[in-house]
């Protein structure tokens, strides 16, 4: 669906504290779910994915987890970073192979 | 070579202008995409190449003519274009069958006067 607003969400973070970035998806036939990381001035930066027949996936500093029940998806940042400031991306893999949907991201801001 | 390129960083082009947009990729990937992305906004999917055969077109105006002339290299080209679509435009490139792993370049930005 469109985003709405020109503002985007902002998460403002102390650092060395965890971040939960949330987002809620559309399509409960969605089987594919990405975050995805923008830096100012770059492309957006692959974080991790989650199929829909798990609930729960860990990376490096990161854990995503998946609630198909009410359709929520969540990023978990921990010991968050300055250089994790960004906006971040959920992303849902609709039937046709290749085709990703975006959510409208949200700012993360770590103060110091 | 993890890397996705575009040329230029910056274009600006008048309505009535031809331009291109250049997108190279050396990681073997066998899928690319372009996607447009304005201020404060997720990207959206133009276009999905596959083995450099146009697999999916999100109903993109005809202006935006997409072209894939081997497995490293994406053009888009730009004619008669609108002020609105002044926007970022993002090419990527991912295994195929791994549609979530994208590597994204990063972007040129267009100007449409």
């Known amino acids: 669906g469109e985003s709405v607003g020109l503002h985007l969400p902002t998460l403002s973070v102390q650092e060395g504290d965890n971040s939960i970035i949330n987002c809620a998806y559309s399509?409960?036939?969605?089987?594919?779910f990405i975050w995805y990381k923008q830096e100012s001035g770059k492309g957006p930066q692959f974080i991790i994915d989650?199929?829909?027949?798990?609930d729960k996936r860990q990376g490096q500093r990161v854990t995503v987890l998946l609630n198909k029940t009410v359709k929520h998806l969540s990023l978990q940042i921990a010991a968050t970073q300055p250089g994790d400031s960004a906006v971040y991306f959920c992303?849902?893999?609709?039937?046709?192979?290749?085709?990703?949907?975006f959510g409208a991201g949200t700012q993360v801001v770590v103060t110091p | 070579d993890t890397e996705v390129t575009q040329t230029p960083k910056h274009l600006v082009m008048g309505m009535t202008n031809k331009k291109s947009l250049k997108c190279e990729q050396h990681?073997?990937?066998?899928?690319m995409y372009w996607y447009k992305q304005k201020a404060k906004k997720p990207p959206e999917l133009m276009f999905v190449?596959?083995?450099?055969?146009?697999?999916i077109n999100e109903s993109v105006p005809s202006r935006f003519s997409p072209e894939c002339p081997n497995s490293s290299l994406l053009n888009l080209h730009l004619h008669a274009l609108q002020p609105e679509d002044s926007a970022l435009y993002l090419c990527?490139?991912?295994?195929?069958?791994?549609?979530?792993?994208?590597?994204f370049g990063p972007g040129t930005r267009l100007t449409v006067t």
């Open positions: 399509n409960s036939a969605s089987d594919y």
């Open positions: 190449y596959s083995y450099e055969k146009l697999s």
């Open positions: 990527a490139s991912s295994q195929l069958g791994d549609r979530g792993e994208q590597y």
């Open positions: 992303a849902e893999g609709l039937g046709s192979w290749g085709k990703l949907q």
């Open positions: 989650i199929r829909s027949n798990m």
């Open positions: 990681m073997g990937h066998r899928a």
